[in-house]
């Protein structure tokens, strides 16, 4: 909850677990996509279906956040690990301004960061632009940028839908792994799911690929308004600004880290 505090400060607890957080989501996440799609591996022979392949890269993607998100690291920061999931949290009043910023500017960092390793895969890294999300071939910039409001919708929604009911909440982080599955299956080869600004900025900095940049900023922050305005009657149900929630200790860790 947010703290009565008006001398609230950068909370540097957050900043430095959400940056690990989000690094580790992006060196595993990406490498994933990378082993999958990137020229030269050997899966695209074991498994030369194209459609399958995106459907076990965004399970493996998704249930890379959710093991993070269960991890002693998510029970610091509660495991954003994206800018748009910080800011319905602020919306929703769950955290402060300056908890939401100590959220997004670790986030970012922490995407920045854990890019930085991709690099180790070389060739076969270049040729998938190490992850970087741009808009597909033989689509309208209006389409791409629709998809990724779509994508961020339905995950911010789903979110804000388990986090409201109590029994629902210790299964919020499972969500991920299947719903990045279908969502991968159905929008990668349309803007590459990106569903979350700090993960396309990372890959984009380290491949100097910026094609449609402004759609995976606009997009996700769109998505995510639209569900926050649509599932605000949700909002006085989530107690707190975390994908899962712990057993006692973990949540008074959990609030003592906030509000410090």
């Excluded at 279908?182 to 990668?188: D, Q, R, T």
């Excluded at 900095?205 to 649509?230: C, H, K, N, R």
């Excluded at 599932?231 to 609030?255: G, P, Q």
């Amino acid at each position: 909850m947010v703290t009565n505090n008006k001398d609230v400060k950068f909370n540097w607890s957050i900043f430095l677990y959400e940056m690990i957080c989000t690094a580790l989501l992006l060196v595993i996440g990406l490498s994933f996509v990378t082993i999958m799609f990137g020229a030269g591996s050997p899966v695209e022979k074991l498994i030369p279906d194209l459609g399958i392949r995106r459907i076990i890269t965004g399970f493996l993607f998704g249930s890379t956040g959710a093991l993070i998100a269960i991890s002693p690291l998510g029970t610091v920061s509660g495991a954003h690990v994206n800018p748009v999931v910080s800011m319905v949290f602020w919306l929703f009043q769950k955290i402060d301004k300056k908890t939401a910023a100590s959220y997004i500017l670790g986030q970012f960092t922490g995407a920045l960061i854990g890019c930085l390793p991709l690099l180790a895969w070389g060739e076969m890294g270049r040729s998938v632009e190490f992850g970087a999300t741009t808009p597909g071939h033989g689509y309208s910039l209006y389409t791409v940028l629709l998809g990724e409001v779509a994508t961020t919708f339905t995950m911010v929604s789903l979110l804000i839908l388990f986090l409201a009911f109590r029994k629902l909440r210790p299964y919020t982080p499972a969500i991920f792994p299947f719903l990045y599955s279908i969502m991968s299956y159905l929008e990668a080869a349309i803007s590459g799911v990106s569903t979350n600004p700090a993960r396309s900025l990372g890959p984009s900095v380290i491949s100097g690929q910026w094609s449609g940049w402004w759609i995976y900023w606009i997009g996700p922050v769109a998505g995510a308004l639209l569900a926050a305005l649509s599932m605000s009657f949700f909002a006085k149900r989530i107690t707190e600004a975390r994908l899962y929630h712990f057993d006692n200790e973990s949540d008074r860790l959990f609030r003592n880290k906030i509000i410090q």
